[in-house]
């Protein structure tokens, strides 16, 4: 007992920590679960409609590999659509947490401070793992009672609950080891996010390897899709027979990445990961000479995992055209009515448009949110002490986050033009059309990422979390959920995206376009005044 003394005050002192963090990832989650799952429930009011969606969903290998068909219910279908982003999401948020209360405190140094006191060896992870178990329930109930609300029943709701919280469970025995491998909260996080990403990998293809049933609305998985922790929850069959004894497996990957973990603490020394970091180079490079260059490096790990990401979401999304042609009923009206046209197949690539331009906003907030990080950290005083400017520091991550976007939107319209092309014919046509398509969602885009740089400079305290909320509020009120979820009009104008225009399926008109360009310049002008005028939030 005495490795963990003192774990119980580290528990209430992280708890404390993130009293904003946690609802905030939280309530998102529930609040996206709740719009999404009413949005299916009012187009699919007509059974059959929901049986032959089911079907297609079953039969493309492409939606296999985001979500596992079990039957034609509503909250089944949200499983499909929802459930790998929500499972993902469950694990930054359990990772992030794991990092935040271990090896970021052994880094600037809090940790030090802590352990002079009377708390044993492993109190820390001890507290650090309390406090991201705390977190993982709190999603399980709030996503139980998103499903609940909007009609589903309580049964499959607690079960598809717990489903995506264990997937967070898992992650947070798996931070817990990285943080013992890796010298840096970085290098920690950039490992299980790896690890996340095979398993996403590893489950997506053992579903697009499964067999479907002779009805055609229910896929039974083939062996890969067991080896993941996400395919462990989808196994659990939410709405569609609810197995708990699937995430009994989760439960146990936990224990033993715990006692791993344990194992590796108690053979390094404080402040380094059992892999040594590696010597840099000699010289560093040219690109590093000033704040842009440092920015986009910082960012490149991130980059290059969105980049692949966008791709691969690009190729499926694309791949799907030949089928959607085909939809009808609710399937049909859904896309028509998100690409505000009636041309099916230019409808349905504004529509994978439109998801593409707020993933890459996520990419842009997730950049920018960097700015406050640093200040937090205190790593932005030896930038400022070298001759740079407050604001070219600003502009120099805004102007990293704005080429990231853009090539963000060209992997995606790029890999949904050759899919595309693929299915239908002519290629080169398809991508040269929808890159151009593309780039108009970014006005939008890039007007997020000034709000953001606003909230640095008025609010640098609450930065963080802010950031992400009108993030997503901007997505609940826009395009995809404002129509369906009935808000005013006034509303749904406070979101950028629903004033970009939607292309290809209508003409590009020039003026919400530039009206969006002159209002990212004044945000992002009114932020920078704000935050040369205001004092720098460093550490003590």
Not at 271 to 277: P, R
Request: charged share 10%; hydrophobic share 60%.
């Amino acid at each position: 007992m005495n490795a963990i003394a003192g774990v119980l005050p580290l528990t209430r002192l992280g708890l404390r920590r993130d009293r904003i963090t946690i609802p905030a990832w939280a309530l998102g989650l529930a609040a996206f679960t709740a719009a999404t799952t009413a949005l299916w429930a009012a187009d699919f009011a007509d059974p059959a409609d929901l049986v032959q969606e089911t079907r297609l969903a079953a039969a493309s290998p492409g939606i296999r590999m985001l979500g596992l068909t079990s039957a034609p219910t509503i909250g089944a279908y949200a499983m499909v659509r929802n459930f790998v982003l929500l499972a993902v999401l469950a694990a930054l948020m359990s990772v992030f947490s794991v990092v935040r209360h271990t090896r970021q405190g052994e880094e600037t140094g809090r940790a030090e401070l802590v352990g002079a006191a009377v708390v044993g060896r492993h109190a820390g992870l001890a507290a650090a793992l309390a406090v991201t178990v705390v977190a993982d329930a709190v999603l399980a109930v709030l996503l139980a009672l998103a499903f609940v609300v909007v009609g589903q029943p309580v049964a499959g709701s607690f079960t598809a609950g717990a489903a995506v919280a264990t997937v967070g469970l898992a992650f947070a025995g798996v931070a817990a080891v990285t943080t013992q491998l890796s010298t840096t909260a970085r290098g920690a996080s950039g490992e299980a996010a790896a690890v996340l990403g095979v398993a996403f990998l590893v489950c997506g293809v053992g579903n697009m390897a499964g067999r479907v049933d002779s009805s055609g609305l229910h896929v039974r998985s083939a062996w890969p899709a067991w080896l993941s922790p996400i395919g462990w929850g989808q196994q659990a069959r939410p709405f569609a027979g609810d197995r708990w004894w699937p995430l009994g497996l989760t439960l146990v990957l936990f224990a033993a990445a715990v006692v791993l973990a344990v194992w590796l603490a108690g053979r390094r020394d404080f402040g380094h990961g059992v892999v040594a970091q590696p010597a840099g180079p000699a010289r560093a490079s040219r690109l590093l000479d000033g704040p842009l260059g440092l920015a986009w490096r910082l960012q490149t790990g991130a980059l290059l995992g969105w980049a692949s990401g966008m791709l691969g979401f690009g190729l499926i999304m694309g791949g799907l055209a030949e089928q959607v042609t085909n939809a009808t009923g609710a399937a049909r009206d859904f896309y028509t009515r998100m690409g505000g046209s009636d041309v099916i197949l230019d409808a349905y690539r504004t529509s994978i448009l439109q998801m593409a331009g707020m993933a890459a906003a996520i990419y842009v907030v997730q950049v920018l949110v960097r700015l406050h990080a640093e200040e937090a950290d205190g790593t932005v005083e030896p930038v400022l002490a070298a001759g740079t400017s407050r604001s070219r520091w600003a502009l120099s991550y805004a102007l990293a986050a704005a080429i990231g976007a853009i090539i963000l939107l060209l992997l995606f319209a790029t890999g949904a033009g050759l899919a595309a092309g693929a299915a239908l014919g002519a290629p080169v046509g398809q991508v040269r059309t929808l890159i151009l398509a593309a780039l108009v969602q970014l006005p939008a885009v890039l007007t997020i990422g000034a709000l953001v740089v606003v909230v640095v400079g008025l609010l640098p305290r609450f930065a963080g979390v802010l950031s992400w909320v009108v993030l997503v509020a901007a997505i609940l009120i826009g395009p995809l959920f404002g129509a369906t979820l009935r808000l005013p009009q006034r509303v749904q104008d406070l979101s950028p995206f629903t004033h970009l225009p939607k292309a290809p399926a209508m003409p590009v008109t020039v003026a919400p376009v530039v009206a969006l360009t002159v209002a990212l310049a004044a945000l992002t002008l009114g932020g920078l005044f704000a935050l040369r005028r205001r004092d720098l939030s460093l550490p003590a």
